[in-house]
């Protein structure tokens, strides 16, 4: 594999804004766990699904992210795995190591690091939900703060009065970001970014192997949209062989369980087991 067909998944320089964005919400998060009480002031929380891959990862980051650059408001994004189960998501914590984000250093804050119901009670909480409609049982109670949705699963046909509220079935939650909030509002995009966002898209479509998953032009488009920042202002037109590499590295990574430590394998064959037998 050539030296240009691992530019996406080598490690980059981290633009200032997002080192800076990365520290103020864990300087928030630190103080709200130590707080008596809930702030005076709204908690702008940005979280995925329990599935915690990578869609929802970069989602709930770069939407959080893209939103307070642009209202001036911090938004919090919230990974909905705890902490200890992270690292069975191989994947995503390859890819966020090599964008210069470090879990194990406290860049992201996950689910249990964080009290929603706490803030929600004091009716504090602003919950938008990235690549994900619905609050599942077990988080149903935080239901009134939700804000606003940006999903691309089946409609479940609630949060009716979210702002804004995107919902539509194409490949990737990332395409909707892209498309929707990021070229439609012409918002800033560079090449950091791009990474990012590129990853979940080449694995929700499998390199938009028609083949083996559904997609959507969209989803081509918003590959097209990040190409030129990625790989080049002449490459503006997606062809199998420019991304196969950074989806194939992706995807030997999320596969390999020799990543992962004794005691997330033994986490590994737990939840295996609670899925299959109760």
């Known amino acids: 594999m050539s030296a240009a067909a691992r530019l996406p998944a080598s490690l980059v320089q981290q633009p200032r804004t997002v080192r800076a964005f990365l520290d103020a919400v864990r300087s928030l998060v630190s103080s709200l766990a130590v707080a008596p009480a809930a702030p005076s002031g709204a908690v702008r929380v940005v979280m995925g699904n329990e599935a915690g891959d990578m869609d929802s990862t970069v989602c709930a980051l770069a939407l959080s992210y893209f939103w307070t650059q642009q209202l001036g408001q911090l938004h919090v994004p919230v990974i909905n795995v705890v902490r200890a189960e992270f690292g069975l998501r191989t994947d995503v914590k390859y890819q966020l190591q090599n964008m210069s984000i470090s879990p194990d250093r406290g860049d992201v804050v996950f689910i249990d690091e964080i009290d929603l119901a706490k803030l929600h009670a004091a009716k504090q909480l602003q919950l938008t939900l990235v690549d994900h409609n619905q609050l599942?049982?077990?988080?149903?109670?935080?239901?009134?703060?939700?804000?606003?949705?940006?999903?691309?699963?089946?409609?479940?046909?609630?949060?009716?009065?979210?702002q804004p509220r995107i919902i539509e079935r194409v490949g990737s939650c990332a395409t909707l970001l892209v498309r929707d909030i990021i070229q439609a509002q012409k918002l800033e995009l560079d090449e950091y970014w791009a990474k990012l966002l590129l990853a979940p898209i080449l694995l929700d479509t499998a390199n938009l192997n028609a083949s083996q998953v559904n997609f959507k032009p969209d989803d081509r488009q918003a590959i097209e949209g990040l190409l030129p920042l990625v790989y080049g202002s002449s490459t503006t037109t997606w062809t199998s062989d420019v991304t196969l590499p950074f989806f194939q590295e992706l995807a030997d990574v999320k596969m390999d369980v020799s990543r992962l430590s004794t005691d997330e394998l033994l986490i590994k064959v737990r939840l295996k087991y609670c899925y299959y037998f109760g």
């Open 136 to 162: 599942s049982a077990a988080q149903a109670g935080l239901a009134g703060s939700i804000v606003a949705v940006v999903d691309h699963h089946d409609d479940g046909k609630g949060n009716l009065d979210a």
